[in-house]
């Protein structure tokens, strides 16, 4: 039996411990990964879902506000959350989860991530920074882009 979630709807979840928020994708693409354990649902127990947010040029405002309404504590700051001076894990939230096929087989994943209830915190647009990348990662013009907002905004 696979660990993973099996089944469409929208869940209450914590959000599990990861030793890596942020990671690239095969083709050099940015993305947070958030690991989720699904807390509400009996005949999904202890049963686990993946929401991946991208952090491309085009996704990034959409990605951290996203995750600033899910998570109304968090500031945004990307640099905190890798370096451990905030972390998701053991917050609750909600995940819509949807199914879709891959290789003519069904699968599901988080589609959507917001806070418990749906209680949606307004948040200040807030200049953003991928300043804190794997050593050696490959520069992208992303992240050069949200260096250059997140200096001049000081």
């Known amino acids: 039996m696979s660990r993973y979630i099996n089944k469409a709807g929208q869940f209450a979840c914590e959000v599990d411990q990861t030793k890596e928020w942020l990671a ?3 083709n050099g693409t940015p993305f947070i990964r958030i690991p989720l354990l699904i807390v509400d649902d009996q005949s999904l127990h202890e049963r686990r879902a993946l929401w991946f947010g ?3 040029e085009k996704a990034f405002d959409n990605t951290i506000t996203a995750l600033c309404k899910a998570f109304p504590d968090w ?3 990307l640099s905190a959350l890798v370096n451990g001076q905030y972390t ?3 917050k609750p939230c909600e995940i819509v989860v949807e199914e879709f096929t891959f290789e003519g ?3 599901f994943g988080a589609t959507e991530i917001h806070a418990t209830g749906h209680r949606q915190a307004g948040i200040e ?3 953003l920074s991928l300043v804190a990348w ?3 990662s490959k520069d992208t013009p992303e992240r050069k882009k949200a260096r250059t907002l997140a200096e001049t905004a000081r």
């Open 24 to 26: 690239e994708s095969d």
């Open 54 to 56: 991208w952090l491309s």
């Open 105 to 107: 087989s069904p699968h």
């Open 125 to 127: 647009k807030k200049v």
């Open 75 to 77: 500031d945004g700051d």
């Open 134 to 136: 794997r050593p050696g």
């Open 88 to 90: 998701f894990a053991e």
